[in-house]
């Protein structure tokens, strides 16, 4: 991928965990929308149907506003700006966070983002070994024991 | 007979207390009196979903704890913020109370020091049902096990248990699943929040189930619009067609049937 490669992420909140990504490269004009046409598809409504466009002008990448709710910056609204990595902008004073990352070749940046997978199948396993030990550590002593006494006292008392 | 519903999480940022007060407005609107009680005594949060700042309480259940007050005097009746004026004018209508936490330092650190009586708590439970009139008591707690939450927990009539789509919550709510199972809770209802967008939501649903032997009742999506209320509000009446208010609904269904989990 071309040094001037990006990826933009969808974040949860400001400054938040990106919950979608893209990428694109620097020959590729991107439009962000809610419109289906869009290369970034964003399902929101305080999203314009083409929002947002960013471009590779004069080796830099730029954003410019197509919408009428603008793009906010560092708490301002803009209708162009231009992106360096990391820059946060939000669609319009309502909408979502998004978030640029510069994408160097063999990137440590890549290490950095490693907690953003954007996982189609979920993988969750139960180690039962695990799960017995800690439910025994816990259940064991007498804490436990007179714990549910008491819960079972109070699960009486309350009955009417 | 009223029925009592701990809401709980392994890890803290669930969604414990969005989901409380939301399932609390389904519940009412549904006609029944709801009573919502926040036990996260360390960390209280849930009034700001329902729109309250501290300084509009007087009372707060740490008052009852410290044996200040009777329970009732703790609860605030927070029906027309949650679902409007016409219920709360209906002598006979719907009512959600709201029984809020101190969020005074000094309070907390009283309660971390010399941690409460519980069987106190669970006296103030029963209180605020018989006073109230309450068709259900919802319990927000607090993460994690501690012998206090899983007190309420053994208590409770029903059991949500929430989790995010993460290993590392998914092994950790499995512990928190075996000792309510061993405290005896029957109707255990899971709940799964903060699902990406793009994960495969019934094999996620079939893996929970698999490995937890008990009904996933919710499938909550990771959503921009509950992101960005940060607990501002009430999502479901800011949403009311949403995903995420459907599949809360889906969990009040389960709360009402008698016979989800019973067995
Ligand atoms: N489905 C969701 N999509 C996006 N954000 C969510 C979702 N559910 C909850 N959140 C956000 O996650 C944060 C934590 O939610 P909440 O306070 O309800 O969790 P909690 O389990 O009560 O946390 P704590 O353990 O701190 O009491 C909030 O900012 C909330 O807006
Ligand atoms: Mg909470």
Partial sequence: ?160 | MAQTISIHSYRGGTGKSNTSANLAVLLARAGNRVGVVDTDIHSPGIHVVFGRAPSSFQRSLNDFLWGRCPVEEAAYDVTTTAIGQAAAEDDHGPRIFLIPSSIKTGEIARILREGYDVARLNDGFRELIRVLRLDFLLIDTHPGVNEETLLSIAISDAFVLILRPDQQDFQGTAVTLELARKLDVRKILIVINKIPPAMDRELLRQQVEDAYRAPVVGMLPLSHEMAELASGGLFVNRFPQHPLTRELSNVVAAIQDGSVGST
Wanted: hydrophobic share 35%.
């Fill in chain 1, 1 to 160: 991928m071309s040094s001037l490669a990006i990826s933009l992420e969808l974040l949860e909140a400001h400054q938040g965990h990106p919950v979608q990504s893209w990428e694109f490269a620097s020959d590729e004009t991107v439009v962000i929308g809610r419109a289906r046409e869009s290369n970034v598809v964003i399902g929101n409504p305080y999203v314009s149907r083409t929002h947002a466009c960013l471009r590779v002008n004069d080796g830099r990448w730029e954003l410019s506003s197509t919408s009428s709710h603008g793009v906010i910056v560092d708490g301002r609204r803009r209708d162009f700006v231009v992106i360096s990595d990391g820059t946060e902008f939000r669609l319009g004073g309502q909408g979502p966070w998004i978030r640029i990352r510069w994408k160097t070749s063999e990137s440590d940046e890549e290490s950095q983002t490693i907690t953003f997978d954007p996982v189609r199948t979920p993988l969750l396993v139960l180690d039962p070994d695990q799960l017995a030990d800690e439910v025994e550590e816990i259940t064991e002593g007498d804490f436990f024991e007179r714990l549910t006494e008491l819960a079972t006292r109070l699960k009486k008392s309350s009955d009417p």
